[in-house]
């Protein structure tokens, strides 16, 4: 059977540096449990590990070491894995937490603490999945509660914070003050984006290690879909070149047929700017189906957390007290509002980023094609209009577009108006 690390595809440097931690934090419980060698603190011994495993300060180490001096140190109580989307970070932090949890120590994949991690049933592994609305203080005040207890397998209590950059402000406050006086056996493992103070606070951020993961090579995904998923090997070879590194969208493209239609409308948008009013059409187009896309992912959940509140908040209760509860739930219920409403906006722009995305792998392809550079293409099923365009735009034509889909991105980001942005690329995609 394949170990706890099989599918985390591609990132062979996060893996040794969570395989050595693993080792190291099973070295350390061995060392607590022998009577000669017992200590309060497991941490204690993390000096003395420090030297025995001798990393190399990496990118998982040096300067975002915790203990600020012993870059070393295979196992510390805080990580935070990152990458762009898609690369795998709670597929690592799940991974590591098996592993921690293993009787091996090393993530056999086959153990009982292997097994009842990976498929979210050990006592002592809390997973946090925010589901776009941002993690509350109360919520994580609770967990963090729950984290100190003494694990009941006897290993490590191990908290996995998806989407940490979706913490509250209060929340963060909350962890942070838990991650800077660890329970002794606590673990925490938050998955983020990047560790830019948006998405992490930097407080959090100095007292965690970082373990970044980086966008997996497709031949990789291929091989992931074929193995876990039982992809036929073409379909999964087209999809993990499609989706350009991202896992889950690799296998959205090759089992759902909505995805690849959504797709192909993106991809046809090239020939079809034949002037400035085809531009904004396009323009149109694309933003009304990112809106579409998103509006029917969030509805049905909007509506279960709206009915679940007012049950939680009994509607229409009466006697002592029930004017200033009825205050409060009207309070409540505008606060999901809000959080709803920047969920679908985030959703939206998620939409429309994977749809500029697999745009730009069309002009790249182009600009491949007319460079004569000998890479496989992003889109093999557009590969004979994308050489068709770099015919006819010549490689710096191509750039130009290409630039003018990246520019689009990173204007969203900076918070232009998307509608505003997509209208200018359009036009800069059909002039050139
Ligand atoms: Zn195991």
New binding site residues.
């Given amino acids: 059977m394949a170990d706890v690390f099989a599918d985390l595809v591609g990132q062979d440097e996060a893996v040794a540096t969570l395989r050595r931690a693993a080792a190291s934090a099973a070295a350390l419980l061995r060392a607590a449990a022998a009577p000669a060698a017992r200590s309060a603190d497991p941490y204690d011994d993390l000096d003395a590990l420090a030297e025995e495993f001798d990393e190399a300060p990496g990118p998982a180490g040096g300067e975002s070491d915790p203990s600020g001096g012993e870059p070393g140190a295979g196992m510390t109580h805080a990580w935070i894995f990152t990458g762009p989307p898609g690369s795998g970070r709670s597929v690592a932090a799940r991974a590591f937490a ?1 592993a921690l949890q ?3 120590g ?6 009982p ?2 097994h009842t991690t990976m498929t979210g049933t050990h006592a002592d592994v809390r997973l946090v999945v925010p589901e776009g609305l941002s993690i509350g203080v109360g919520e994580m005040r609770a967990l963090v509660l729950r984290a100190a207890s003494t694990p009941s397998g006897g290993r490590w209590q191990i908290v996995i914070i998806e989407d940490a950059d979706r913490l509250t402000e209060a929340a963060g406050n909350a962890l942070l003050k838990a991650i800077e006086e660890p329970p002794p056996r606590t673990v925490f493992l938050l998955c983020a984006p990047s560790t830019h103070p948006d998405d992490i606070s930097v407080t959090i951020r100095s007292r965690c290690r970082v373990v970044p993961l980086r966008q997996p090579p497709a031949g990789a995904v291929a091989e992931v879909l074929v193995r876990r998923d039982g992809i036929a090997p073409d379909v999964a070879g087209w999809a993990a070149a499609a989706a350009q590194g991202h896992v889950g969208r690799a296998r959205r493209l090759a089992r759902d047929p909505e995805a690849r239609q959504r797709r192909d409308a993106v991809l046809a948008v090239p020939r079809r700017l034949t002037g400035v009013g085809a531009a904004f059409d396009a323009a149109s187009a694309l933003i009304e189906a990112a809106e579409a896309e998103a509006a029917a992912s969030v509805a049905e959940i909007d509506e279960a957390e709206r009915s679940a509140l007012q049950t939680a908040l009994g509607a229409g209760g009466t006697g002592r007290g029930a004017a200033g509860a009825m205050r409060g739930a009207a309070g409540q219920l505008k606060d999901l509002e809000k959080r709803q409403k920047s969920r679908a906006t985030r959703v939206q722009r998620d939409a429309l980023d994977r749809a500029l995305v697999d745009l730009a792998g069309f002009y790249r392809d182009a600009l491949t094609m007319a460079l004569r550079a000998p890479v496989a293409p992003v889109h093999t099923d557009t590969a004979a209009l994308a050489e068709a365009g770099a015919q006819k735009w010549d490689a710096e034509g191509a750039l130009r577009r290409l630039e003018a889909v990246l520019e689009c991105r990173a204007a969203i980001e900076a918070n232009v108006k998307p509608r505003i942005a997509v209208e200018a690329m359009m036009l800069a995609l059909w002039k050139g």
């Avoid at 090393?106 to 153990?111: S, V």
């Fill in positions: 098996a293993c009787v091996h090393t993530g056999c994949g086959a153990c603490g292997c």
